[in-house]
């Protein structure tokens, strides 16, 4: 199984400041056929279900707010909130879609400092 | 609007049977695989098993292999995971998600509660 490690567990950043969260993977999952990293990062507030944010590692879901973006390629993938605001304060996860199973990373806490 | 109405969670007891169940509306729930995904209490999402759009494929995590099962009934927009053999290590709350292409997840629905213990 693919495994996905997130980094930092959980982070602290001031409102409006930046906030990153890194996501590695045990294997490529940069198809080549047709250049697409099979990756998606999601966001979860305490008592709901995840939401999509983001899929092809950098495609941003309908709805969601440009402060969020992804980054990377190959193994290495990064979340980017620009601007922290209040209603970000959230668990965040990456999940593969390379293969089956399907996983996701622990998640990292999002919390205002 | 898309929507995805979850039932049928509830305490049961280790080796019990449940039964989870999924309804659709606003979208053409026959074209669209589905998945089930659980989270035990405070820890992290597992995907769990997805169906194909006519139920002609099924796949399933390893932990889950031979208990579960994931049915679909297009006509009632309904998924469903029959849950055998429970075991404490099942404790989850059990989400179905609308599962894109057999990619990523688009649409969840509200998670239910099971609750495996004597």
């Known amino acids: 199984d693919i495994v996905l490690t997130q980094s930092p567990d959980s982070l602290a950043v001031s409102l409006g400041e930046r906030a990153t969260i890194s996501c590695k993977s045990s294997q490529n999952i940069l198809y080549s056929s047709n250049n697409k990293n099979y990756l998606a990062w999601y966001k979860q507030k305490p008592g709901q279900p995840p939401k999509l944010l983001i899929y092809w590692a950098s495609t941003r879901e309908s709805g969601v707010p440009d402060r969020f973006s992804g980054s990377g390629s190959g193994t290495d993938f990064t979340l980017t909130i620009s601007s922290l605001q209040a209603e970000d304060v959230a668990v965040y996860y990456c999940?593969?879609?390379?293969?089956?199973?399907?996983?996701f990373g622990q998640g990292t806490k999002v919390e205002i400092k | 609007e898309v929507q995805l109405v979850q039932s049928g969670g509830g305490l049961v007891q280790p080796g019990g049977s449940l039964r989870l169940s999924c309804a659709a509306s606003g979208f053409t729930f026959s074209t669209y695989w589905m998945s089930w995904v659980r989270q035990a209490p405070g820890k992290g999402l597992e995907w769990v098993a997805n169906?194909?759009?006519?139920?002609?494929?099924?796949n399933y995590v390893d932990s889950v292999k031979g208990r579960f099962t994931i049915s679909r009934d297009n006509a009632k927009n309904s998924l469903y995971l029959q849950m055998n053999r429970l075991r404490v290590e099942d404790t989850a709350v059990y989400y179905c998600?609308?599962?894109?292409?057999?990619?990523?997840?688009?649409?969840w629905g509200q998670g239910t509660l099971v609750p495996v213990s004597s």
């Open positions: 998600a609308r599962d894109v292409e057999y990619n990523y997840f688009d649409y």
């Open positions: 999940q593969h879609y390379y293969n089956t199973p399907r996983t």
């Open positions: 169906i194909k759009q006519d139920g002609s494929e099924k």
